[in-house]
């Protein structure tokens, strides 16, 4: 943990509970005057009746809107620029974002391309962002990125083939809203990997080594929250206080990792998500279990903690090393169980690739600098082997 001074920002204001959405109306005016209001949707958001619901409300408030579809998967730059450029001419008054991380992060990053000059090339890395944005309003529909609530949004970079993230206070949203309801429909993989997502920022956040006494308390509850819903989300996908656990889990792992920031697990699954499209969720789920297997003697005492938070001490008397031992246990018998993918070959990755694998990680240094050990190229290219074994 660090002895450094920390500080913890988040979202304006949060909203949660069962139909939450049907104040988004009320929530909405309370961002000023807002006449003209952009609803960006996914698409599940769409064909799922939710982005009607938004308009309608708005309708009924007053509000006139437009709405922004067509958000790829993991979004580009150009394809953020773009899709700016559609929409730069008609004046908001605020961004309603609803959907996966993905989308909300791109939202972010529309809002302050709004107000700023720099191109969002410009804008990754820390603190680069110069002025607030147009008002947001995220809605998660994913238990996954906890991107509601931090400073962050993330950006692929096909010709670097990596992810790269800005981070920056004017990115937090003025309004968080999280329904359960919204996730019921998730399908079980998706529940998987963005549910194993948000564990590996908690635990991350909590072994970090910017790790403080406000990120750890969002950490613990995270993973307790996650760690006892997550195989009934995965089983039991209408199971609404499943749903709610891991929605809530999600949003106190994001507030985690804003305390604190997530470590060499993330620093690796970048250049996976980048070169190879591996889901974000998956890549991470695939890493975590090793990755903390590396840094186990500098984290022991951390993981027997969470282990309690976990459930896994079967009593006062479990020493501290089988206590944490079992939480490495537990990752690996949950990405067996959720039925994540075991190894990389599935998505294409050979021997060959693993030097530029590594090199790409080792760039990620605002990541792999919070690892409490040191990872030279040699090692990186070690842990992604484990995943060719």
Known sequence: MSNLPYSFQTAARIVAGNGSLDRLADLVQGCGEVKRALVIAQNSAVRLGFAERIEAQLRQAGIASERLTGMMNEPTADHIGELHARIKETPFDVYIAIGGGSVLDAAKIL????????R????????????????TVLIPTTSGTGSEVTPNAIVTF???????????RHLLPAVALLDPELTLELPGPVTAATGMDAFTHALESFISNKANPI???FALE??????????????EGRSLKAREDMLIGSMYGGMALTGSGTAAVHALAYPLGGKFHIPHGVANSMLLPHVMAFNYDAIEERLAEAATVMGLREGRGASR????????????EWTKTLDIPQQLAAFGVREEHVPELAVAASK??????????????PQIEALYRKLLA
């Open 111 to 118: 809002s302050v391309l709004r107000t700023n000059k720099e």
């Open 120 to 135: 969002v090339e410009e804008m990754v890395g820390t603190d680069r962002v110069r002025k607030p944005g147009v008002p």
């Open 158 to 168: 096909p010709e670097e083939e990596l992810k790269i993230g800005a981070v920056s």
């Open 215 to 217: 990120s750890d308390m």
């Open 222 to 235: 995270a993973m307790r929250k996650i760690s006892g819903s997550i195989e009934t989300a995965y089983r």
């Open 321 to 332: 090393t089988a206590a944490a031992e079992a939480v490495i246990e537990k990752i690996a």
């Open 364 to 377: 990620v240094t605002r990541l792999l600098d919070n690892n409490p050990k040191p990872l030279d190229i």
